[in-house]
């Protein structure tokens, strides 16, 4: 097995790994969404007159639509719709005033999902120099070949990797480094549980970990797959995919100071 799963595996199973694990990814739960005041009024306002059109397109301006249908993103990427189809959107305002204004601000407020808070949490562990350097802009990263670690959205990212490393895939990327003249690229993520969507992202992992590229890959993975049992993401991080580097944040720092 790869040295740096079996040290996250020991890692997650004999020590404070939840603790630790709490500094770069504390899912504490944002307070409710900013609603915009000028178009809440706006709502408020059509809600009262029943304007439908008006009230699903100030709905739309919004970061979350209260409701669950099947129609509404079609709407919001063409607002034309609006006017072509009364019978849609009478329907869909028909759920929204069954909530009542209060209900609707409650449903418009909610906040983010946690794993939609994942990403930039570990973007902002890295800029908290737990690596030993502190992240620097693509001119910096480019201007000469010391260690260091990109800090850029993952477009970024991918983009440089696409250059100049031969990255070929169609996906961001969460880690770009440089340490001993070596480049290294990855993905994390933070498998909060077994199935559905977060086997989803295991496999997004480890895609990139199959890319064919002029670089170190890696897999910088934590949460339920090093729980020892029988599971799938256990069995393939120990047997299927047992020689990639797949290993956890908080072992990352040794990796990349022995390479």
């Known amino acids: 097995m790869n040295r740096w799963t079996q040290l ?150 991918a983009d440089f990797a696409k250059e100049h490393l031969g990255y070929k895939r169609n996906k961001g990327l969460d880690f770009v480094a440089r340490f001993n003249k070596k480049y290294i690229i990855g993905e994390a993520k933070f498998l909060t549980d077994f199935g559905g969507h977060q086997n989803a992202q295991f496999n997004d992992a480890i895609d990139t970990l199959k890319e064919n590229v002029n670089a170190v890959k890696i897999a910088i993975l934590d949460g339920v797959l090093y729980i020892n049992g029988n599971n799938k993401m256990y069995k393939a991080v120990t047997e299927t995919y047992k020689n990639y580097n797949i290993m956890s944040a908080l072992v990352l720092r040794e990796f990349l100071y022995t390479l």
């Open 8 to 157: 996250s595996i020991e890692y997650a199973n004999q020590r404070s790994y939840l603790d630790d694990l709490f500094r770069i990814y504390p899912t504490i739960p944002e307070g409710i969404r900013d609603i915009n005041k000028n178009i809440w009024f706006e709502v408020e306002d059509a809600f009262a007159k029943q304007d439908n059109e008006k009230l699903i397109t100030e709905l739309l301006k919004l970061d979350l639509f209260p409701i669950k249908d099947s129609y509404v993103a079609y709407l919001k990427r063409d607002k034309t719709a609006l006017k072509r189809n009364p019978q849609t959107v009478n329907r869909i305002c028909g759920q929204i005033y069954s909530l009542g204004l209060d209900k609707l601000f409650e449903r418009c407020s909610i906040p983010k999902e946690t794993n939609r808070q994942i990403g930039p949490m570990f973007r902002n562990w890295l800029k908290s120099k737990e690596l030993g350097i502190s992240p620097v802009n693509i001119e910096e990263f480019l201007s000469d070949d010391k260690d260091a670690i990109l800090d850029g959205g993952d477009k970024v990212m």
